[in-house]
């Protein structure tokens, strides 16, 4: 399964998905990987109605997406994967999902403990799993939109000391 894009963004799907990531990439799936919106009907058919017709929206709870991710026979589809905290992309490392780069979006907590940009804003458990992940040998950037330069978060790290 080509996965051309996994990106951590608070508001899913929203303009810098459709107008953006979804053109550049030339996704052909959007999946979204939340537990939250799995179970919300009204959720789920807002997005549905926001995606284009030439792009499936598929929204399933963390570990359902990891089983269509998984799934040996479903290889064939540019997919986008969406999350919406580094926790749940973290989830789909440990799960197996195998990726090498990973885009922050937007991000934004109640309890800020460090602005890594002006659209990523983490406390400090997501700060950790940004850290696991990045243990994991996955490339993390921070970047908005495609056209956009990306920050390479291991470098934006180096200015803040381990806690």
């Known amino acids: 399964m080509p996965i051309v894009l996994v990106r ?3 508001r899913l799907v929203h303009g810098q998905i459709l107008e953006g990531w979804l053109p550049s990439t030339r ?10 919106v799995a179970k919300d009907y009204l959720q789920k058919m807002i997005m549905q109605s926001a995606i284009p017709y030439s792009v499936d929206l598929i929204i399933e709870s963390v570990e359902g997406a990891v089983s269509l991710l998984l799934d040996p026979m479903d290889n064939e589809v540019r997919r986008i994967v969406l999350v919406d905290s580094p926790k749940d992309a973290l989830r789909l490392i440990r799960a197996g999902v195998q990726f ?6 937007n991000l934004r907590t109640n309890n800020v403990t460090v602005c890594l940009s002006k659209t990523v804003m983490v406390g400090e458990e997501s700060l950790m799993d940004l850290r ?3 243990e994991q040998g996955v490339q993390i950037n921070i970047q908005s939109v495609p056209f956009e330069k ?3 978060l291991f ?3 180096r200015c803040f000391p381990t806690t």
């Not at 996704?27 to 939250?36: H, M, P, R, S, Y």
């Not at 090498?100 to 979006?105: F, I, K, Q, R």
């Open 8 to 10: 951590v963004d608070d």
């Open 27 to 36: 996704a052909q799936e959007l999946v979204i990987a939340n537990d939250t």
């Open 100 to 105: 090498t780069h990973l885009n922050l979006g």
């Open 132 to 134: 696991m992940i990045l």
């Open 150 to 152: 990306p920050l390479d």
């Open 155 to 157: 470098e934006v790290l």
